[in-house]
């Protein structure tokens, strides 16, 4: 079945400093790719998504590309601030309207 | 464009007892899912009505139902509450059926507390 595996947390940075949070997934056919964030006591919210090979999505500050030739979406930043912390889930949907989601990563950014 | 809308926002019930939630979700989507968020068991998936329709389902006991009315409208019932049940209950709002690429819209949530 499908199926996305995230780097597992906690991922504790400093202010400034670069995120890469890694996700790769398996599924059949060519799902849509999807990062979204929740801070505490709130729902997911959709922070960026890609729905073919080699589409970037991208949203304040953060990118990700969807690589089909290694199955993965990695996320990205250049310089966290305190404000992103939270926690970072992937996920995917399938053509035939099926999601899947990772367990979920939790970033602190310390100042 | 309205986000998506769930009440109550927090609910404290005791074992045995009932409980239903609702979800309103993003005007023009006819696509809503449930999920179950615990510390525990991490995002699962309890089900998604379309047009009314069941359309998915996850393997959550019978205890647990759903269902979405011609406005789109969706509730969740648990019936006989137990301990475990105690979890953040999210509905997310999908453009299925659109002809675009499906993609989630999560609400604030519903936070439950059995006692």
């Known amino acids: 079945g499908d199926s996305v595996t995230q780097m597992e947390g906690p991922v504790t940075l400093s202010e400034e400093a670069f995120l890469t949070i890694n996700c790769t997934y398996t599924a059949t056919g060519y799902p849509s790719l999807f990062w979204y964030v929740q801070y505490p006591g709130e729902g997911l919210q959709l922070l960026l998504k890609a729905t073919k090979a080699d589409d970037k999505g991208s949203n304040k500050g953060f990118e990700a590309t969807y690589r089909k030739e290694t199955t993965s979406f990695h996320l990205e930043k250049g310089s966290v601030q305190v404000s992103d912390s939270a926690v970072y889930f992937c996920?995917?949907?399938?053509?035939?309207?099926?999601?899947?989601f990772g367990d979920g990563t939790t970033l602190t950014v310390k100042p | 464009k309205a986000g998506v809308t769930q009440t109550p926002r927090y609910l404290i019930k005791t074992r045995g007892q009932q409980v239903t939630l609702s979800c309103s979700p993003i005007?023009?989507?006819?696509?809503v899912s449930w999920y179950q968020q615990t510390p525990g068991q991490g995002l699962q998936f309890l089900f998604e009505?379309?047009?009314?329709?069941?359309?998915n389902k996850g393997n959550f006991p019978g205890r647990f139902s759903g269902r979405q009315f011609s406005n789109s409208r969706s509730e969740m019932n648990v019936s006989t509450l137990e301990l475990g049940d105690s979890a953040l209950y999210l509905c997310?709002?999908?453009?299925?059926?659109?002809?675009?690429?499906?993609?989630?819209?999560f609400g604030p949530g519903t936070r439950l507390l059995v006692l």
């Open positions: 997310a709002s999908t453009n299925a059926g659109s002809g675009r690429p499906e993609t989630q819209y």
């Open positions: 009505y379309f047009s009314e329709t069941q359309r």
């Open positions: 005007s023009g989507h006819r696509s």
């Open positions: 996920a995917l949907r399938t053509n035939a309207g099926k999601s899947t």
